[in-house]
C-alpha cells in the first residue's frame, strides 16, 4: 500500500485534526488527495458550509510509488485519518471511491490576484459569533408550527450569504474556515489573504485555505476539472 511520510509528527496531527472536523460534519466524508514532490494538498467539502477547503500538507520526501511520481485520488476521509500514525508520522493511502461531483471540479491551481484586504482575525471571529448568535435567537422565536427544516435552511442561508464588508467573500467561508481550524486565535492580520480569479474567492490562512464560487458566477466557471 502506498503511503506518505509526513515532514513531522506535528504535521500528521493537522492532518488527523482536519480529517476529524470534516467527518464531524459529514460522516461518510470523501477528501481528494493531489501529491507531487514534497506537496500533498487534500481537498474536502463540509456539506454544511458549501465551500471548498483545502488543507496543504509537507511530506519528508518527495511522493513515489514505483514509477509514479505523482498521485491524484479520491479516498474515504475515515479511512485516511484511521492510517494515519502520528507518532511514524506516516499515512497510508486507502483505496480510492467512486468521488462525489465536487471532486471533479476544484479551484484553479494558478492565476489568483490579491483581493480586498480583510478585516483582523478577531473581526472575523466576531463576524461568525454574531452570524452564529442571530441564527440561534432567530431559530429559536419560531413557533413551532413553523420551525421546519425548509425555514431553517433560508434563515440560515439569508445570515451566511451576508457578505464580510465589501470584500465578496461570504460569511460562510469564514464560518467554515474557523470551524476547520483554519482560523485560530494565534492567527495574524498578516498571516490572511483573499485571492480571487474569475468566479472564485480564496481565503488563505497558514493552516488551510477556503474555496467558493461568487454568487451567480454559473455563467463564468473558472475551473479546473480533472
Given at each position: 500500500?502506498?503511503?506518505?511520510?509526513?515532514?513531522?509528527?506535528?504535521?500528521?496531527?493537522?492532518?488527523?485534526a482536519?480529517?476529524?472536523?470534516?467527518?464531524?460534519?459529514d460522516?461518510?466524508?470523501?477528501?481528494?488527495?493531489?501529491?507531487?514532490?514534497?506537496?500533498?494538498?487534500?481537498?474536502?467539502?463540509?456539506?454544511?458550509?458549501e465551500?471548498?477547503?483545502?488543507?496543504?500538507?509537507?511530506?519528508?520526501?518527495?511522493y513515489?510509488?514505483?514509477?509514479?511520481?505523482?498521485?491524484?485520488?479520491?479516498?474515504?476521509?475515515g479511512?485516511?485519518?484511521?492510517?494515519v500514525?502520528?507518532?511514524?508520522?506516516?499515512?497510508?493511502?486507502?483505496?480510492?471511491?467512486?468521488?462525489?461531483?465536487?471532486?471533479?471540479?476544484?479551484?484553479?491551481?494558478?492565476?489568483?490576484?490579491?483581493?480586498?484586504?480583510?478585516?483582523?482575525?478577531?473581526?472575523?471571529?466576531?463576524?461568525?459569533?454574531?452570524?452564529?448568535?442571530?441564527?440561534?435567537?432567530?431559530?429559536?422565536?419560531?413557533?413551532?408550527?413553523?420551525?421546519?427544516?425548509?425555514?431553517?435552511?433560508?434563515i440560515?442561508?439569508?445570515?451566511?450569504?451576508?457578505?464580510?464588508?465589501?470584500?465578496?467573500?461570504?460569511?460562510?467561508?469564514?464560518?467554515?474556515?474557523?470551524?476547520?481550524?483554519?482560523?485560530?486565535?494565534?492567527?495574524?492580520?498578516?498571516?490572511?489573504?483573499?485571492?480571487?480569479?474569475?468566479?472564485?474567492?480564496?481565503?488563505?490562512?497558514p493552516?488551510?485555505?477556503?474555496?467558493?464560487?461568487?454568487?451567480?458566477?454559473?455563467?463564468?466557471?473558472?475551473?479546473?476539472?480533472?
Open positions: 500500500m502506498t503511503a506518505f511520510h509526513l515532514a513531522d509528527e506535528g504535521e500528521a496531527a493537522d492532518l488527523a482536519f480529517l476529524s472536523r470534516l467527518l464531524h460534519y460522516r461518510g466524508a470523501a477528501v481528494r488527495l493531489q501529491a507531487a514532490g514534497t506537496a500533498l494538498a487534500v481537498f474536502g467539502r463540509p456539506p454544511s458550509f465551500v471548498l477547503a483545502v488543507r496543504a500538507v509537507r511530506l519528508a520526501k518527495p513515489e510509488n514505483g514509477l509514479d511520481v505523482t498521485l491524484d485520488v479520491t479516498v474515504s476521509a479511512e485516511l485519518l484511521e492510517a500514525d502520528e507518532n511514524a508520522a506516516t499515512a497510508a493511502v486507502p483505496a480510492a471511491v467512486t468521488g462525489p461531483p465536487w471532486a471533479g471540479v476544484l479551484p484553479p491551481r494558478g492565476g489568483w490576484r490579491t483581493g480586498p484586504a480583510l478585516p483582523p482575525p478577531d473581526a472575523l471571529s466576531a463576524t461568525v459569533g454574531a452570524a452564529v448568535a442571530e441564527f440561534r435567537s432567530r431559530t429559536e422565536e419560531l413557533a413551532a408550527d413553523l420551525r421546519t427544516r425548509a425555514e431553517l435552511d433560508r440560515g442561508r439569508e445570515i451566511w450569504s451576508r457578505t464580510v464588508g465589501d470584500t465578496g467573500l461570504p460569511v460562510r467561508a469564514v464560518h467554515a474556515a474557523r470551524s476547520l481550524g483554519f482560523l485560530r486565535p494565534s492567527t495574524r492580520s498578516g498571516d490572511l489573504a483573499l485571492l480571487s480569479r474569475g468566479a472564485w474567492l480564496r481565503l488563505r490562512t493552516y488551510g485555505a477556503i474555496a467558493v464560487r461568487r454568487p451567480g458566477s454559473l455563467g463564468v466557471l473558472d475551473v479546473s476539472v480533472r
